[in-house]
């Protein structure tokens, strides 16, 4: 970053220190003003939470296209938007496989998740586990998971807050970043005690617009500059990157060997598994009144969420074509700066224009940000208070305000471990981190969710092994990966403790999840109940009785 900063200080108006006071006033102004806009947004809502169902599940009124852009908020997160575009922009082809795999993963969502969810549960996953199974135990372990993959998907998040806001303000000192941070942090605290679900809901959905406008411009602009000639665009990505007509191919990142095959196919089997089994994403559709528009909800979010990794080509080669690698490596070595770096390009470096067009997309950036980390702490913290404080501590015991009390009092712990967190995963790509949380999710998560509606003799035991299985496979192959140590580019790139030679731990951890919950589930003693099997049958598929 103070390479790059130094190496544009003629030209860059947001670098040279001479340049930055002109134009920070106008960028601090841009983040003010939607920070407290839905701050304002978010004490509105407030006042209007007064239950339970209201914190967790926005008293479950909003409308399936409402739903569906809150969840494309909810989804379209710093991976999307400044991860897949700087993997595009280093790797090309390659880098847009990231693109291709968050999107199949709606239909995954769609076909098997989205209706039964909402037909069988009430707040979060652990209502769905625990109809059939014993509560305590099943309410701890799915509390845990979604505790553990929230925290996954939050430091992407904090990573691309920091790198964000680090390129406009021209911080370079780790404490600075660390800072930055921070602040993120607490104003998600902020939204979700504030807030609850409705807050948070619509802060999503002004994100959702905020983003595909902002995006739609950036990639009208790129266009109109190769006369809106996708193939020149491409053309010249390939001639900037150094790379040749291998940019547009496969093999640049992925397939160089056999090692970076199997990493391709271990990363794509969490991207296209992980949707599903997200609990940010599984909460959002409780938010609505039926399962009818549970799914017409998915519809529409699998429309806007296309339309976005369309234009994410647009985005990713025109940061090749027009910024180039070596300028977008020196601002951030993981590439999550390119975005940012591309509109100021498309508006003019020495311009006015090119100053307000990267003020107006970071500040987009940013709003994307602090949407899902508010839908992330919401999630974590709904299955802390909902499963294990009120379910498992209390018993049962807890009335509404007690349990929506912990869940405020589980969002500042979990804000605080998510600061820590991700200050150290602050230089690594955002897409990479959300695809560990993809495979987090994938590995614990949607074995026991897919048992559960879909196998009559799963029992508590194999859903016991299945998420403790998955978790702590996923988990302790990233801890000793080369994403944790050994390389450069890890997140401790002094050390080196990786044994496990993968980025994604996807391709074993995954089937590792599915086979316990199996294997559980056939040496378990407790036979299975097929009363309440068939009764969760009926709900999930009917509807009839649910919340």
Avoid: C
Wanted: aromatic share 10%; no cysteine.
């Amino acid at each position: 970053m103070t390479h790059t900063l130094r190496h544009m200080a003629a030209s860059h108006p947001l670098a040279a220190s001479s340049g930055a006071s002109e134009h920070r006033p106008l960028i601090i102004s841009l983040f003010a003003a939607f920070v407290i806009a839905t701050l304002f947004i978010t004490v509105w809502a407030g006042r209007q939470t007064k239950d339970a169902a209201d914190f967790y599940a926005g008293g479950r009124q909003f409308t399936g296209f409402q739903n569906g852009l809150a969840i494309s908020g909810d989804y379209m997160s710093a991976a999307s938007f400044l991860g897949i575009a700087g993997a595009i922009a280093l790797y090309g082809y390659d880098g847009f496989l990231y693109s291709i795999g968050f999107l199949v993963a709606w239909l995954v969502a769609l076909l098997l998740v989205a209706e039964p969810l909402r037909n069988s549960g009430r707040f979060t996953m652990g209502d769905v586990l625990a109809y059939r199974m014993r509560q305590r135990p099943v309410r701890t372990a799915a509390g845990t998971s979604t505790i553990v993959v929230s925290i996954f998907y939050l430091l992407a998040q904090m990573a691309g807050a920091g790198v964000l806001v680090s390129l406009l303000l021209g911080i370079t000192s780790d404490g600075g970043k660390i800072a930055i941070v921070a602040l993120v942090g607490v104003l998600m605290i902020l939204y979700v005690t504030i807030g609850g679900m409705k807050g948070t809901t619509w802060v999503q959905m002004v994100k959702a617009v905020l983003l595909i406008a902002g995006t739609l411009l950036i990639t009208f602009l790129v266009l109109w500059k190769f006369d809106f000639n996708i193939s020149q665009l491409l053309g010249a990505a390939a001639d900037r990157s150094g790379q040749g007509a291998q940019f547009l191919e496969p093999g640049l990142k992925y397939g160089v060997d056999g090692m970076t095959k199997l990493d391709f196919i271990s990363l794509g089997i969490a991207l296209v598994l992980g949707t599903a089994g997200l609990p940010h994403i599984l909460i959002r559709f409780y938010t609505v009144p039926t399962a009818q528009a549970a799914r017409k909800s998915v519809n529409w979010a699998i429309g806007i969420i296309g339309a976005f990794y369309l234009m994410t080509i647009a985005l990713g080669f025109g940061a090749a074509a027009l910024v180039g690698p070596e300028e977008i490596k020196a601002s951030n070595p993981a590439g999550n700066t390119a975005a940012p770096l591309l509109a100021l390009h498309v508006g003019g470096v020495d311009s006015a224009g090119g100053a307000i067009l990267l003020a107006v997309i970071s500040a987009v950036a940013f709003a994307t940000i602090l949407a899902v980390v508010a839908g992330l702490t919401l999630a974590s913290s709904s299955s802390f208070a909902h499963d294990i404080y009120a379910n498992v501590i209390r018993k049962g015991q807890a009335d509404e305000k007690e349990e929506v009390r912990a869940a405020r009092w589980a969002t500042v712990f979990i804000g605080v471990v998510s600061i820590a967190l991700g200050a150290l995963a602050r230089d690594l790509n955002v897409a990479g981190l959300v695809a560990l949380a993809f495979a987090v999710a994938a590995s614990a998560n949607l074995p026991t969710i897919l048992y559960s509606l879909f196998w009559k003799r799963f029992t508590t035991q194999g859903a016991l092994w299945s998420i403790y299985g998955g978790l702590l496979a996923s988990v302790t192959l990233v801890l000793f990966s080369p994403v944790v140590s050994g390389k450069a580019s890890s997140m401790f790139p002094d050390a080196d403790f990786a044994w496990f030679p993968l980025s994604n731990p996807g391709i074993i951890s995954i089937p590792l999840g599915f086979l316990l919950g199996w294997l559980g589930s056939v040496l378990s003693k407790d036979e299975p109940d097929a009363g309440k099997y068939a009764e969760l049958e009926v709900k999930s598929l009917t509807g009839i009785g649910a919340h």
